[in-house]
């Protein structure tokens, strides 16, 4: 399922590339298509290069404390998006998600245990995660229980998310508050494309 279309920003604004060539953007741990990004050819290049050489007249004349202020404005807007990032990032390289919310149900039994997270998205709305685990007689022999993780408890969950994009995760493991990290098995659920 292909998402996007994304462009190259050159001198301030979106552009697609000169000749309207594009090249998919597979995710590494599906191989499926999710995005199509421009390939930027010589005209493109030089385009960037010449908004680079118009936009360091102002930068070279620009005061220590003016660059130092941009630098920060720059970090800020980083960390404002810091999930949207991360969530791009993982997918472009297929990484493992990571999610840290608070449980809000817990399902113990076969096929396969369940536990809920309430998580923060990047825009500060709440988002349930559901978080697949492996069939409680193999947790119990690991010694997990049916209050193992309940509801209120923070935890950070890892694992790989459903190639649909849905609000799924074949987790891994667990890691508490207090440091005590569990492991979860993997789900064995097809559809996650590392089982």
Known sequence: MTDRTLQNFVNGKFTDASDGRTSD????????V????????????????QAAANAFE??????????SLAL???????????????????????????LTGTVT??????????FYLDVKD???????????????NILYR???????VKPGDVVTAKGFRARDGAHLVACNTITFQDGRQLSMGNGNVKGYGKN
């Open 58 to 67: 102002g930068w070279r004349d620009a005061t220590p404390s003016e660059r």
């Open 34 to 49: 999710y995005a199509h990004a421009p390939v930027s050819g010589r005209q493109d290049v030089d385009a960037a290069m």
């Open 122 to 136: 990047a825009s500060g709305k709440v988002v349930n995660w559901a978080f697949e685990g492996s069939p409680p």
């Open 72 to 98: 920060i404005r720059i970090a800020d807007a980083i960390e404002a998006r810091a999930d949207e990032l991360v969530e791009a990032e993982t997918r472009n390289t297929g990484k493992p998600v990571a």
């Open 105 to 114: 149900k817990m399902e113990f039994m076969n096929p396969h245990i369940y």
């Open 142 to 148: 690991q010694g997990w229980r049916k209050d193992t």
């Open 25 to 32: 953007v597979i995710d590494p741990s599906t191989g499926e």
